[in-house]
């Protein structure tokens, strides 16, 4: 059986996972609509794809192995390692926005590994779709990107995913999405057979966790056999080589794997028996074999500190709340995710490095899900010190906002040290491209959700480092924080929610040194939350005031990520985010600033 081997890539949204589930149910591959490749219980909730899973469909006789990648850039280490073990990219755009942030980043990738990608316009159906205009966008900014002029010449499928239906000219007739898969057996060349003698050569680009097996290696097979129950070589990138045995050989047969007892050059196979794995090692069943060339992933662009949760409330909700237990953890993660790194410091603190503050707020909310209490830091950019000074990452940031609210937007961009690159207005949506540090991007997107009232949409990627830009003054609120503990009172927060922001409600329990809302004037303000309203024996018609509560900014991870600052902690637990001082009492917060 012939095979192709190609993945699916796009900014966040257009489209993606729904295509490649729909593909899978066409071809029987799975039954029921319920069956996704987003399997993860945080990326069905967040409807995101965050860790990239291969899967394979059959059709005319051939296997087609297909790599669902994510669209979010704090995911971007996961689409670098998939690209280099295919043939081919899906560049799925959506036919109303256009090419976003995500679609040059992943688009830019593919094109300088020589790979020819094929079009997919999505969502033709949408009310303002501009299915030609996004075309000839799509265009452009493969000709801005230097392709080739046989990358240029790509071919195009336009498709409704979430109807499964697409045709290759808008004049078609849509029924299925077979025109896809006939695009890809047509332009895809299938990968290269195994020769007789051939030595084993094979690339892991992905990881992959058994709770029996333990860790597993997802790799590319470029030539020769692989069989299970062998003996093989592990190279690393620098040539150092260990041997292990292969104790379990799969296959991909839709969503599911399939024990098999070999796997020829060109097919995607999942290892056991290599239990310390890892990204871009090469196997081969030959000293002689040179190891394939290490697959690069770009580095960490903010760092926090994870701590022990030492909070009044500590311990009450976390089954694992010790150092050893979130070093333990962190330890784990390091092993699948590649976009992270780790320095365990001599204080029994953690400084994580990660890609963005979704990057550091999926792995905070699986490791609450899992029991893990802790606290964590501000996040800070990483800075660098290059020849000609201080270098910090930029990104590329593009909005779509109504023109009523874009004057705001710009405003607000420019404040935090934005460089406007163009400007585009089309049916009242008014589309900027910015460059702008990543520290003035951070604790941004809750206020563009309130400035555009939920209608803009915003995405970025990382651009590189370049000279510091000087002092970014982002955070205009002060915090609002409690002087005492107890349960909060409705008559205070009442009194309390006219000064700022308020993140909790009546009843909520809290104690000295808890951030309890912000204050809009930017001052920071100690408050008594508990305080009722004081009894007399007089009744007066003029005293009795309706209280009437707003409903509180309730804290999730990342809202509390962006608003918190330099001097504060964020406290998560299984069941609680809290914002806190890292010193309780005022007593300690005036000696602490002394210092």
Not at 61 to 77: E, L, Q, R, Y
């Amino acid at each position: 059986m012939e095979i192709r081997n190609i993945a699916i890539i796009a900014h966040v949204d257009h489209g993606k996972t729904t295509l490649t589930d729909a593909l899978m149910r066409q071809t029987n591959m799975v039954v029921g609509e319920g069956v996704s490749m987003d399997s993860n219980q945080l990326e069905q909730e967040r409807g995101i794809t965050i860790y990239a899973k291969n899967t394979s469909v059959i059709y005319k006789d051939t296997k087609i192995n297909i790599v669902d990648t994510p669209g979010h850039a704090d995911f971007g280490s996961e689409v670098e390692r998939v690209l280099r073990s295919i043939d081919s990219v899906l560049l799925v755009v959506d036919a109303q926005e256009g090419p976003m942030p995500q679609t040059r980043f992943v688009l830019k990738k593919s094109l300088e590994l020589g790979l020819k990608p094929i079009v997919i316009i999505n969502k033709i159906d949408k009310p303002a779709a501009d299915p030609v205009g996004v075309h000839d966008q799509v265009f452009e900014l493969f000709m801005e990107l230097g392709a080739s002029d046989e990358q240029l010449d790509f071919k195009t499928v336009y498709a409704i995913g979430r109807e499964g239906v697409a045709k290759r000219t808008m004049a078609d007739e849509a029924k299925n999405l077979f025109p896809i898969l006939d695009v890809i057996l047509e332009n895809v060349p299938p990968a290269k057979k195994t020769e007789e003698g051939e030595a084993l050569s094979a690339q892991i680009f992905n990881l992959g966790y058994d709770n029996f097996l333990g860790r597993l290696a997802i790799a590319r097979v470029y030539s020769g056999v692989i069989k299970n129950g062998s003996q093989i070589f592990v190279k690393k990138p620098n040539g150092e080589s260990r041997t292990v045995k292969i104790t379990k050989l799969y296959t991909f047969f839709g969503i599911e794997k399939k024990e098999i007892p070999e796997a020829t050059s060109g097919d995607i196979v999942m290892i056991a028996g290599i239990s310390d794995a890892y990204i871009g090692e090469t196997i081969t069943d030959s000293q002689d074999v040179a190891a394939l060339t290490a697959i690069a992933i770009d580095e960490p662009t903010i760092s926090l500190r994870f701590l022990v949760n030492d909070s009044p409330f500590a311990g009450r909700e976390g089954k694992y709340v010790t150092s050893r237990q979130i070093r333990e953890r962190l330890e784990r993660e390091l092993e699948m995710n590649v976009g992270l790194r780790v320095d365990m410091n001599e204080d029994a603190t953690f400084t994580v490095y990660g890609r963005g503050e979704l990057h550091i707020a999926i792995l905070l909310e699986n490791m609450r899900r899992e029991g893990y209490e802790l606290q964590v830091s501000q996040p800070q950019v990483i800075l660098k010190q290059e020849a000609d000074g201080i270098h910090e990452p930029f990104e590329e940031l593009t909005v779509d906002v109504p023109s009523e609210v874009s004057g705001v937007v710009i405003e607000k961009i420019t404040k935090r040290r934005g460089s406007m690159m163009s400007m585009k207005e089309k049916d009242g949506i008014v589309r900027v491209i910015f460059e702008i540090p990543t520290r003035g991007l951070l604790g941004y997107r809750s206020q563009f959700i309130v400035d555009t009232k939920g209608e803009g949409i915003m995405g970025s990627r990382v651009v590189g480092f370049r000279s510091h830009a000087g002092e970014i003054k982002k955070r205009d609120v002060g915090s609002m924080t409690s002087m005492i503990s107890g349960k909060a009172a409705g008559y205070a927060l009442w009194n309390l929610q006219d000064r700022g922001i308020l993140y909790i409600g009546h009843g909520a329990e809290i104690y000295e040194g808890m951030v309890v809302g912000n204050v809009t004037k930017g001052d920071e303000m100690s408050v008594n939350p508990i305080k009722g309203k004081n009894l007399s024996n007089v009744r007066s018609s003029g005293n009795d005031e309706a209280i009437t509560l707003k409903p509180p900014f309730t804290l999730t991870i990342e809202r509390g990520l962006e608003v918190m600052s330099e001097d504060e902690y964020l406290e998560v637990t299984p069941k609680s985010v809290r914002l806190r001082k890292k010193y309780l009492t005022e007593t300690d917060r005036v000696k602490g600033g002394r210092n």
